[in-house]
């Protein structure tokens, strides 16, 4: 388990929610909105301060849903002291050296994000019992178009992120064969987010 050498000395406790209840109830419903409408960008901005380089966004994210029971695997860009505090300070939630254990993960570094199939992928029944990433990218809206189907899209929806892996879709496409299992992906750049559930069919346009 990741050593936290900083929370103790009141390092990584600035930027969380100034309104704990409001922010919250209005993050929550901003990522409930996201997961029911693929591909449809939401602003969570101005809510968290993380540190460096944890966007805003997941910073909202995970002050809004992390805890004491959601354990949460930091990838080697995001893997600091100072955000291990302000995790631990902000939500209570552990930082885990296992992906496989991680509930939340954040990936801030995506040119080097594990393959999708190494983090939790729930059982049959138990398909809950996944990871959610958290994937953070250069920007939503200007890469090359994707054309996104499945539950919560009535015909077909467009998404643009940019600096998605090179392996992105072909991995995306193993993890929809897993349902009910598989994880679910929130992408994040700066103040905005997206969110990909498992039922998302992705293709190039």
Not at 39 to 68: K, M, N, Q
Not at 86 to 109: K, N, P, Y
Not at 157 to 178: M, T, Y
Request: charged letters at 20%; aromatic letters at 8%.
């Amino acid at each position: 388990m990741y050593q936290d050498r900083t929370a103790g000395d009141g390092a990584g406790l600035e930027g969380g929610f100034v309104d704990p209840v409001f922010d919250a109830q209005a993050a929550f419903a901003r990522v409930m909105d996201a997961f029911a409408r693929p591909g449809r960008i939401i602003d969570l901005g101005g809510r968290t301060r993380p540190p460096s380089p944890v966007p805003p966004a997941a910073g909202a994210f995970l002050a809004t849903l992390a805890d004491a029971d959601t354990p949460v695997w930091l990838d080697a860009a995001a893997r600091n002291d100072a955000i291990a505090a302000w995790l631990s300070f902000h939500t209570g939630a552990v930082v885990v050296d296992e992906m496989c254990e991680a509930r939340f993960a954040l990936v801030c570094d995506p040119a080097t994000m594990p393959p999708l199939d190494e983090f939790a992928l729930g059982t049959d029944a138990y398909p809950d019992r996944s990871t959610t990433l958290i994937l953070s990218l250069e920007c939503l809206r200007s890469g090359p178009a994707l054309r996104l189907r499945g539950p919560g899209i009535e015909t077909e929806a467009e998404a643009a992120p940019k600096g998605l892996p090179a392996a992105f879709l072909g991995q995306w496409a193993a993890n929809g064969r897993l349902y009910p299992r598989g994880i679910d992906i929130l992408m994040v750049a700066a103040d905005e987010a997206c969110a990909l559930p498992r039922t998302t069919k992705i293709e190039e346009r």
